[in-house]
């Protein structure tokens, strides 16, 4: 298995409320995606990592300026106003020889070296993966008019994160066979479970959390903060 990370940075920042990308903001010193491609550097079975940026993106390059890892970081593709195209490009652009392809989001800082080691594990023994957590409080599913029409059973029901791992070729099979359907899918997995792959989950983290709102970059800053503390 040789992994190659597909990560996602072309998020413009407009929903977040900023001028500059969430990813390239600072938080206890370094840029966000700096704290990502740090964490990522814990797996000794990650090759590579492929950024995607937006296409008007002039920070990335400062940002992660003077960092090495482990891996071999790769100059950056463009990606698309979609993530389907997004993860076309990147997925074009990795070498050859990979043929684990882990998806993730750059403005997930966080993802442990355990949770890395556990959705490689699962994706190397299945074909897929996704890290995912309990579903803690009720869930109900409504109308455009909000009203419930369902509860589901929570015992059945995770809460994923990324990265989202598969063979190289089933994303890409995915990808192709989904192309008239991409904009109803919400994340990469769910491509794969619509193209007939079987998808299993492995062991997500609560740290593992996704910056979206200036509350969870303020998580994120305080956590941070209280480790290196």
């Known amino acids: 298995m040789k992994v190659g990370v597909l990560l996602l940075a072309a998020g413009s920042g407009k929903r977040f409320g900023s001028a500059i990308p969430k990813q390239y903001l600072e938080v206890a010193n370094k840029p966000l995606i700096v704290h990502t491609l740090e964490s990522l550097n814990q797996s000794k079975h990650i090759a590579v990592v492929q950024p995607v940026i937006g296409d008007r993106d002039i920070w990335y390059r400062d940002a992660v300026a003077g960092y090495d890892w482990d891996f071999t970081l790769l100059a950056p593709v463009v990606g698309g106003a979609e993530r389907s195209i997004s993860m076309q490009r990147g997925l074009a652009a990795l070498p050859a020889d990979i043929d684990m392809v882990a998806v993730h989001d750059a403005a997930r800082a966080l993802p442990s070296q ?104 303020l998580w994120l800053q305080e956590h941070l903060q209280g480790v290196s503390s």
Do not use: C
């Not at 355990?114 to 699962?122: A, I, R, Y």
């Open 114 to 217: 355990t949770l890395l080691d556990d959705v490689l594990k699962v994706a190397d023994k299945y074909g897929a993966a996704v890290p995912g957590l309990p579903v803690h409080d009720t869930i109900k599913r409504i109308d455009a008019n909000g009203k419930v029409l369902e509860t589901p059973d929570r015992s059945s029901l995770m809460a994923v994160q990324t990265p989202q791992v598969a063979r190289r070729d089933w994303f890409v099979t995915a990808l192709e066979q989904e192309k008239e359907r991409l904009h109803l899918h919400t994340d990469d997995a769910s491509v794969l479970e619509a193209a007939g792959f079987d998808v299993y989950i492995s062991q997500g983290d609560v740290n593992n959390r996704k910056v979206t709102t200036k509350q969870d970059m």
